[in-house]
């Protein structure tokens, strides 16, 4: 059972480009999560989806950011017209959404903008 | 909204020592669960402990245990017999029933030979 797959890993973009971060969940789960952590800083709470809804997108921030779980295929996180400040590295994490369970980790997309 | 909270940004131990890593979060709720993850320089997220609110018991998972005050909102993970590969960030985070995961700031843990 593969685990929360993530891609890609490294990501280059330059200001004013688009960037598509791709998040496969573990199998059997219909939770994402999207996390973005600064350097020196903790996990900061993007948007949570189930498979075609968005449930709670308090923290993406207004513009330029988007993000969609479709039916088929992985969660798609899209930052359009990337500034520096977008540099971070994105975690994607997928649940069963059963109360006793916890989020699975994919191991991050690392966006630098230059 | 819930918050989680760790006022330790920086701790460090002797190896084989043992160590106390702080969280306290707010919540008006009664049902929930947390949970401490691990980031190794990997980067990788990895679940150290869980604790169900409803159970007085505190969780332990090997050399890692935790303290659960319940009415002080507190959910403390101590190490015991620390190792070098337990360096790592440590996050603490709370999970409400509406299946949402909220983290700490994390604390950077590391372990001196």
């Known amino acids: 059972n593969a685990g929360v797959m993530q891609n890609p890993r490294h990501l280059v973009r330059r200001r004013g480009q688009e960037a598509r971060l791709r998040c496969s969940p573990m199998?059997?789960?219909?939770?994402v999560y999207w996390y973005r952590q600064l350097p020196e800083e903790g996990l900061k709470f993007m948007v949570y989806?189930?498979?075609?809804?968005?449930?709670?997108e308090s923290g993406m921030p207004k513009e330029r950011f988007s993000a969609e779980f479709p039916k088929e295929g992985p969660s798609i996180l899209r930052i359009q017209q990337v500034v520096r400040g977008d540099s971070a590295a994105y975690f994607c994490?997928?649940?069963?959404?059963?109360?006793?369970?916890?989020?699975?980790f994919g191991q991050g997309t690392r966006l630098t903008v230059v | 909204a819930q918050t989680v909270t760790q006022s330790q940004p920086e701790m460090s131990v002797q190896e084989a020592e043992t160590v106390t890593l702080s969280c306290t979060y707010d919540?008006?709720?009664?049902?929930?669960?947390l949970f401490w993850y691990k980031q190794p320089p990997s980067r990788q997220m990895i679940l150290v402990i869980r604790?169900?609110?409803?159970?007085?018991q505190n969780a332990t998972e090997n050399r890692f245990s935790v303290n659960f005050q319940k009415a002080a909102k507190s959910f403390s993970l101590k190490i015991s017999d620390s190792q070098l590969g337990d360096t790592a960030m440590y996050f603490c985070?709370?999970?409400?029933?509406?299946?949402?995961?909220?983290f700490g700031t994390g604390t950077s843990l590391t372990v001196i030979p």
């Open positions: 994490a997928s649940s069963l959404g059963l109360q006793n369970t916890e989020a699975f």
């Open positions: 199998k059997g789960h219909s939770h």
């Open positions: 989806l189930q498979k075609e809804n968005i449930i709670d």
């Open positions: 919540t008006s709720e009664n049902n929930y669960y």
């Open positions: 604790q169900e609110a409803y159970k007085q």
């Open positions: 985070a709370f999970r409400n029933t509406g299946n949402q995961f909220y």
